[in-house]
Nanobody
Framework: VQLQASGGGLVQAGDSLRLSCAAS?????????MAWFRQTPGKEREFVAA????????SYSDDAKGRFFISRDDAKNTVSLQMNSLKVEDTAVHYC?????????WGQGTLVTVSS
């Protein structure tokens, strides 16, 4: 299974970015809860947002709540994260994974850099 995250880049504080994660390989994507995580150097990987089967439920970290929006497209095996009002503190490598996370599914992630 490969989970390929994309869409990161360098933006200014207050800007928006949309991340996407495409799943491939032997995975029944629609049967998995999916989530976004992020990690900065020297820190533990942290939860950002999750979405349940069929998109019927979503949850967010306190920091992401109200600014980020997670969605999924089971026909395309993708999960997306719309990030608005970005802050410098959002700078991190962002990853997607199934919930609960499977170690071998972590990909390279996509780097989001927010400048002041």
């Amino acid at each position: 299974v490969q989970l390929q995250a994309s869409g990161g880049g360098l933006v200014q504080a207050g800007d928006s970015l949309r991340l996407s994660c495409a799943a491939s390989g032997r995975i029944f994507f629609s049967s998995n809860n999916m989530a976004w995580f992020r990690q900065t150097p020297g820190k533990e990987r942290e939860f950002v947002a999750a979405i349940g089967l069929g998109g019927r439920s979503v949850s967010y970290s306190d920091d992401a709540k109200g600014r980020f929006f997670i969605s999924r497209d089971d026909a395309k095996n993708t999960v997306s994260l719309q990030m608005n009002s970005l802050k410098v503190e959002d700078t991190a490598v962002h990853y997607c994974n199934v919930v609960p996370g499977i170690t071998s599914y972590w990909g390279q992630g996509t780097l989001v850099t927010v400048s002041s």
